[in-house]
Structure formats: C-alpha cells, structure tokens
C-alpha cells in the first residue's frame, strides 16, 4: 500500500488472496547455515553487515519468486535482530522490497508491552510510507500483559490501517503449559480468543474482518475449529504447517465457508526446499530459487481444497 | 564485564547491589517529548539520526550520574526501535556505554518465541564482549509460549554468564486478566513462577540466586511476598515503583533476610526528575543531572529501610 491507502489490512488481505487464489504465508526466516552456496559467499568474511547483505539478498530473490503466487510474506524478526543493527537495516530493506513487489507483509516480532511502551513498539512496526520506519502491514503480538497491553496497539492500527496477529494457541508442544489451562470451563487461550474477539467489535470492513487477528496452531486441528467458531471477525494466522508435522487437512478447520479467513505459514519447507527431497536431485543448490517456486506451487494446490469444504 | 569473565550474573548483580548499597534499577526510558531542552536540540530537524543522537547523549548524561549509584540500568528497547535503526545503534552504544562505567545492564525487549528462534533473540541481547551485538548482561522475556520457549534463553545465559528475568506478576491493572486466572488453587502466575524455580536448579551460584529471575510488580505486594517466596533463588525485578504507584513500604516483600534478592526499577520519576516538584523549582529544566543525582539518591534511602527488616 502507499501512506494514503486507507483499505483496512484485513481487507487488503481479503483482496490478495482473492487475486492470487491463495492463503500462503511465505515466512521469511534466513539462517546462515542453511543459505544456497551463491547467497553464502555473500556473508564471507563473516562481518554483521556481510550476513545481513546475504539475508537481503537472499529474502528478495524469494519475493521475486513468490510476489504473484501469494498474497503475505512473514519476516521473522529474531534472525535478523542477531546480526544487530546491520540485521535491523536488512529487515527494513525486505519489508519494502516486499510492500514495493505488492506484497503484504507480517513482522514476527512477537512484541509486547503496556502503555505508551506499547505505543512506541506499534508505531515502530505498522504502517506503511513514511509513518514506521520498518512499515509492517501488520505484526505478531503477545498476549500475557493483558487488555492494556493489546489496546495500544490496536489504536495504531486504527490510525495507520494496519494489523496484528494476537498469540492465541501456539504450534509447539510446550504451548498448553499456560495456554491450555481451565478457569471455570474457559482455556486461557479461549479467554485470549474472547479478547480478540471484543476488540474486533466496531472495526470490521467490507470483508467481514477486523484488523486483529490470531495465532492458532496447525498443530492442534479441534482447537483450530474452536477458535474459528469463537473469532469470526479474525483473520487466523496459522503457523505449524509442513516442517512441524501440520498437514492440509489439520488446517482445514481455520477457513470459513469461502475458503478466506486464514493464511498459513510455511517457513523452511519452503524457503530452504532445495535441501529436501525431491527437489535435492532435482534443482541441487544451484537452482534453489526453483525449488522455492516448485514447492510454493505445491502448498497452494494442496490447500485449495479448501474451497471444496 | 569483558569477554573472559565467567562469573554469573545472578553473581556479579549481588556484588553490585553490596558495592553500591542500592536495589535501584534506573530505567532509560527516553521520550522525545520529555527531554531537557539542551538535549532536545540535538534532535533538531527530526531526522532518526538526529533524534538517535539526542536519546544516546540524554542516556550517556544519566549513566556518568547514576554509576556510581545504582548496580544496574534498564533501556527501555521499544524506545529505540520507534527510531528504527538509528535506534537500534543508539541502544547498542547506551549498553555499552553503561558496561563500560560499571553497571549491569537489562535490556528491557519483552522478547519471546520458540526453538531456534528464541536462540536467536538470546544471542542478540544477551553476552558482553563480541558474543552479542548489543551486548547486555540480561533480558526481559515473557512466557506466554510455555518452557519450551524460556529454555532456549536460559542455555544461552549458561554459555554466556548472563540472565533473563521472566514477566510473572506484572505492575499493569490488566496484567491480571490472564495472569490471575486459577486453575485447581494455583494461579497462572504462580504457575510461572513454579517454571522459573524448576529452570534455576542446578544452576545457583554463590550468592544463592540463579540466572532466571522474575519480573513482579510493586502494585500487588501480597503477591509479591507470595512470589519471594515461591522463587526462593530468583532475583526479582520489580517494576511500578513510583510513577505507576508502588511505595517504597509496598516493595519490602521482595527482598530476602540479607536485603538483597530484588532489584526496584524506576525511570520516568528519576531520569525526568526536573519535570516535578521539588526539582523543577530547585533545579530546573538546566540543571536536570542534579535532579537525577538527587532523585536516585532519595530513592536509595527510601530503599535502605529493607536492611531493618
């Protein structure tokens, strides 16, 4: 989007993947020892900003492969923030190349604060032009502060149409440690799915979503159904796919009758499919970026099905 | 510390706390809005660069007055990345410069995930010397993802002799909305705490404390001598001192018998100290160190009532 675009993020969401017929999140997690040999040599040396030009390097020549193929990449801040502020320059960088590629874009950042802290975390993060210097359209948060810790951010997101994904009920497997205790027959992740929900209330546009969305794991398909029934106005982020054992038919649960609803991430089978069969003895290294198309192709083919629900 | 010095954290912050006789954490927290007029002019113009300058100059000020004070600083990171990465530079150069004149040094990031991801936030924060870009002694992390996303960080602080301090029992009036919620007569906080007490075994250093600590409110002292208790080899962290409310009486239960075993974080009230009564009329917008000195003087008196216990 541009700085004057005010379509809501939930419904520019809804539109990319009307245009591009897919629910794919490409997540764009660079790991310096799993690069492709010709964007390694690029971090020789060994210098931050050698690494940080080959995470750049590498996360643009996905987005040149997936911009028509999906409607959302998800950066994932961590790797980038270890290489430090040579790391942070790079994660601006793909964040725009992206937004630039037509491209929606999610910062994994998992933030979290209260107050004017939080504040401060949004406006880092979320809006495009020239409002935030990273320029989001929309970020991961988490949940644990409580109410004051999420109402910051959603009053960014008011002011710049932009989003976030609340952590709701994570993919891995000590996510039930908090999340999945009982108070009174209520989960905590269903008393986060009820706050998500409240905060949605008055903020819905044209496509029957507002601009706070959830994370739900693929990892666990009964809950993913709750949680579509208990957030309809909520975009679903769903990570857990592919390399954490969620297949299609576990994540069927988070789409609503049209197939919309919900995107889901796929990071190193992706990103990293050069290194897997079948596409090692087909591409090998050297056509790695053929490897990240062929296996994008894919994902989309196995979750249209979706649509047949 | 420099790159070779092994001893722990829990370790070296009670060597600090004994050194200077004060639990007072000062929270570098800047707010352009609020900045001295002579530091203010130096983000003249607006440019992140410019307003980088000015945070770096106003925290340098603050640490060349508190060093010999306080043990340990807290920078505020939500502050820095508003800036983008300019900021990010800045808060690199501000840990540094607080290593550099003998303090310890939380960075207050709030970061959480999982696995690898988690590995990577820790090895960006967390390590002096050449291990981190940003060099801290500790983190704060919050716990929402469950153990396997604190345990990630805490086999960083063993190779790198630092600390995280979890968010248990936070300061917020909405901290509760999930944190309070009991399951079977334990409370979600108290769950937390039993999860950072598990992480510290085999762990404890001399001073009795381990490299996990907890971060609990002085808003809800009940819960805080609750949660002395319940973390026995924990260093506690305990924010809302002061501008959120907490007294000086409120914030006795969380130190141990030796008046050791809690830090009491502070920020607006000490680095903005020339905004109030008696300093604004004592000191002055020119004279803000001096209300800084003063402040944080007074604020480790009150604080030296814990050795009568």
Not at 6 to 32: E, H, I, M, Q, Y
Not at 33 to 55: C, T, V
Not at 229 to 240: E, F, R, T, V
Not at 253 to 261: P, R
Request: charged content about 20%.
């Amino acid at each position: 989007m541009n700085a004057t675009d005010s379509t809501s993020f939930a419904d520019r969401l809804a539109d990319a993947v009307g245009r591009t017929r897919s629910v794919t999140c490409v997540g764009l997690d660079p790991r310096l020892d799993q690069l492709p040999r010709a964007i390694a040599q690029l971090a020789d040396g060994g210098s931050p900003d050698a690494k940080a030009a080959a995470y750049t390097q590498f996360c643009r020549e996905i987005i040149d492969v997936v911009k028509d193929r999906v409607p959302i990449v998800k950066p994932q801040a961590a790797f980038f923030e270890q290489l430090g502020p040579a790391g942070m320059i790079a994660l601006g960088d793909v964040i725009r190349y992206a937004s630039e590629s037509g491209l929606l874009v999610i910062t994994d950042a998992k933030r979290n604060d209260i107050g004017s802290t939080a504040t401060a975390y949004a406006q880092a993060y979320l809006g495009t032009g020239d409002a935030s210097p990273w320029g989001s359209d929309s970020l991961t948060i988490s949940p644990y502060l409580g109410r004051d810790s999420l109402e910051p951010f959603v009053e960014v997101c008011d002011r710049r149409a932009s989003g976030v994904f609340v952590l709701v009920k994570t993919s891995n497997p000590g996510g039930g440690l908090l999340q999945d205790r009982v108070t009174d027959g209520q989960t905590v992740y269903g008393r986060v799915a009820e706050l998500v929900s409240e905060l949605n209330q008055g903020r819905i546009g044209a496509s029957g979503y507002g601009p706070v969305g959830a994370v739900v794991g693929a990892t666990y398909p009964e809950q993913l159904a709750e949680m579509r029934a208990a957030m309809p106005n909520s975009w679903i982020l769903i990570p857990g796919f592919g390399a954490q054992g969620g297949s299609a038919a576990d994540v069927l649960a988070g789409f609503d009758s049209e197939g919309s609803g919900a995107i889901v991430n796929n990071s190193r089978n992706l990103i990293f499919a050069y290194r897997r069969e079948p596409f090692v003895q087909k591409y090998g290294d050297a056509r790695w970026q053929d490897a990240v198309s062929e296996a994008t192709d894919e994902m989309n083919q196995l979750l249209l099905q979706r649509f047949s629900r």
